[in-house]
């Protein structure tokens, strides 16, 4: 039984290693200079085949002080009602953009790159809803270009390697997973993570993690029950997802802004258990048991912080022209932003975005 999440193509080399070039140099353009951009920009900066070209921020301090920082050729500001992302897609230099800011954003900036010629990168989660993915997705095809969520965790080796265990049958047939990513984050309404018209609270922001356990082991459930604990804003600030299957498995996920949970993920069989140990979205342990047998350890390291692979996926497939990436294809982003969709209509969430 294959994985139902694709083995990405760098886990089938021989050389694992994802700074090692593929092809030609490609000059990266990154919109915003946030947290996630610097994390991921140091990791982009560890690819032999990649350029730090270019940055755009509101202001043009800023993505002068994050181009200084990071070692970019070429800095963008909003200048004379031209946003600094229009000025970076205008750039005929850049090969690739990657979009790092706010949900609530995602959808229009991505939609602008694609217009302009750029293939694309979009931080997770892909868009607010379903709608907005599937209208990017209709823009990529019509014009050719790659767009991919970044959904990293998908490329890594240790989460590979946990698909194919329960895909072989080691643990018998799979019951349940559960799986929780959790974090107590101080209460701030104009914090992004907060913020409704940024699309903030745990769903868009940690389920993706938990999500991909059952996803890349059981598929997608035939139905789902949403709780969660909302903010006064009409954000979740915690939410807990019981999945079901015509087969009868199950899976729980929990995610969390108001506490710290253990951040693992557990897939139980009628012959074996795995648990992971390390943070749910990239675990450096894997814990395997037969029965009652003594368990054996799976231990894992990863190039940088991580990013690194979902990275050169995306290098390699605008490199070789591809549209889309096998392991994060358009169709389960979709899908994914359909069952958010769902879970938020159960919770009473909705965004800005939902009423354009």
């Known amino acids: 039984m294959a994985s139902l999440i694709p083995r990405p193509w760098l886990l089938s080399q021989e050389d694992q290693n994802p700074a090692i070039a593929t092809g030609r140099t490609l000059r990266w353009g990154v919109v915003s200079t946030g947290n996630i951009a610097r994390s991921v920009t140091a990791d982009l900066a560890l690819l032999e085949d990649a350029e730090l070209y270019a940055v755009s921020s509101r202001t043009q301090a800023a993505a002068d002080a994050f181009a200084e920082g990071h070692g970019f050729a070429v800095a963008y500001g909003d200048d004379d009602g031209i946003f600094g992302y229009q000025r970076l897609f205008a750039d005929p230099a850049v090969d690739v953009v990657y979009v790092a800011t706010p949900h609530g954003q995602h959808y229009e900036i991505a939609r602008a790159a694609l217009e302009a010629g750029k293939p694309v990168l979009v931080e997770k989660a892909l868009t607010i809803n ?66 409704r018209r940024d699309g903030g609270g745990a769903l868009l922001d940690l389920t993706v993690y938990p999500l991909l356990w059952p996803l890349g082991i059981l598929g997608f459930p035939d139905a789902v029950d949403a709780r969660g604990t909302l903010t006064e804003q009409g954000v979740d600030a915690q939410n807990v997802l019981s999945l079901g299957y015509s087969g009868g498995a199950m ?9 710290h949970g253990p951040r693992s993920a557990t897939v139980a069989g009628d012959q074996g ?62 899908d994914v932003m359909r069952l958010f969709d769902g879970v938020r209509a159960q919770l009473g969430v909705t965004y800005p975005n939902d009423e354009r």
């Not at 080796?157 to 101080?186: K, M, N, Y």
């Not at 899976?251 to 506490?259: E, G, H, M, P, Q």
Request: charged share 20%.
């Open 130 to 195: 379903a709608r907005e993915a599937e209208e990017l997705v209709r823009l990529a095809e019509a014009k050719g270009l790659f767009l991919m969520e970044a959904m990293w965790s998908r490329f890594l080796p240790s989460i590979q390697r946990a698909f194919e265990i329960a895909a072989s049958g080691e643990l018998g047939t799979v019951h349940w997973i559960s799986a929780d990513l959790g974090f107590p984050c101080p209460p701030n309404p104009e914090a992004r993570i907060w913020a």
């Open 273 to 334: 258990v795995l648990q992971t140990f390390g943070s749910v979205n990239n675990p450096k342990e894997l814990h395997v048991r037969t029965g009652w047998d003594q368990e054996r350890v799976e231990t894992f390291d990863t190039v940088g912080t991580g990013y690194t692979y979902e990275l050169r996926e995306v290098t390699r497939c605008v490199q070789q022209g591809l549209t889309e990436s096998p392991t994060m294809p358009w169709r389960q982003s979709v």
């Open 251 to 259: 899976a729980s996920l929990t995610s969390s802004l108001l506490a």
